[in-house]
Nanobody, 121 residues
Framework: QVQLVESGGGLVQPGGSLRLSCQAS????????MGWHRQAPGRQRELVAV???????NYAGSLKGRFTISRDNAKNTVYLQMNSLKPEDTAVYYC???????????????WGQGTQVTVSS
């Protein structure tokens, strides 16, 4: 019943911007933490950003200032705004939902299917 459906991925030039969306259903969205993660070829999946149920945000250190996570509880949707994109941002981006952790992280319960982001000239 739980579903997380990502959209908004695609091809973008270096320096460009992209906004990913994740539409959620099958759970009480407003009380869950939501996350974005990515996996590049040959690399492990890594956490990109978390937004807690209370709206606090946390980012991977290297991404803070370029990426912004937000949520719209009325629409059961979480977003990832990506600016100043670099080729090394190329990856499959995954949405997640889970439990808030005490320091603003996420214990993941469910994953979306992922959406491809390619940053290339």
């Amino acid at each position: 019943q739980v579903q997380l459906v990502e959209s908004g991925g695609g091809l973008v030039q270096p320096g460009g911007s992209l906004r990913l969306s994740c539409q959620a259903s099958g759970f009480i969205f407003s009380i869950n933490a939501m996350g974005w993660h990515r996996q590049a070829p040959g690399r492990q999946r890594e956490l990109v950003a978390v937004i807690t149920s209370g709206g606090s945000t946390n980012y991977a250190g290297s991404l803070k200032g370029r990426f912004t996570i937000s949520r719209d509880n009325a629409k059961n949707t979480v977003y990832l705004q990506m600016n100043s994109l670099k080729p090394e941002d190329t990856a499959v981006y995954y949405c997640s939902t889970g439990r808030d952790t005490p320091r603003g992280g996420i214990d993941v319960y469910y994953w979306g299917q992922g959406t491809q982001v390619t940053v290339s000239s």
